[in-house]
Nanobody, 126 residues
Framework: QGQLVESGGGSVQAGGSLRLSCAAS????????MGWFRQAPGKEREGVAS????????YSADSVKGRFTISQDNAKNTVYLQMNSLKPEDTAMYYC???????????????????WGQGTQVTVSL
């Protein structure tokens, strides 16, 4: 059974916005580092943003700073990724991931994350 379920992907034009959601089981959500990763065809999976659900501490990649915002809703055990000013290079499959921990010292290493969602496609066109 899925511990993480993503939704919210789609196709938009450059400059547009999308919001991704990741619903987690309560067991996975609490006191966890929950992150968003993305993988474009032919490229390695890379960390986009993470949040430590225990304190709301956030981390993000330089490539998305000022455009993407990660947030949480404790009542819904859900993490969001608000993506604004989207660019064609943001096109990728986006994955939600989680591990029990505080996102320190690392927030974006694929091997640290124990739980993964099925992915949701984001396509940005000119």
């Amino acid at each position: 059974q899925g511990q993480l379920v993503e939704s919210g992907g789609g196709s938009v034009q450059a400059g547009g916005s999308l919001r991704l959601s990741c619903a987690a089981s309560r067991y996975v959500y609490r006191w966890s580092c929950m992150g968003w990763f993305r993988q474009a065809p032919g490229k390695e999976r890379e960390g986009v943003a993470s949040i430590y659900t225990g304190l709301g501490r956030t981390y993000s990649a330089d490539s998305v700073k000022g455009r993407f915002t990660i947030s949480q809703d404790n009542a819904k055990n859900t993490v969001y990724l608000q993506m604004n000013s989207l660019k064609p290079e943001d096109t990728a499959m986006y994955y939600c991931a989680a591990y029990s921990g505080g996102c320190r010292p690392r927030w974006n290493v694929v091997g640290d994350f124990d739980y993964w969602g099925q992915g949701t496609q984001v396509t940005v066109s000119l």
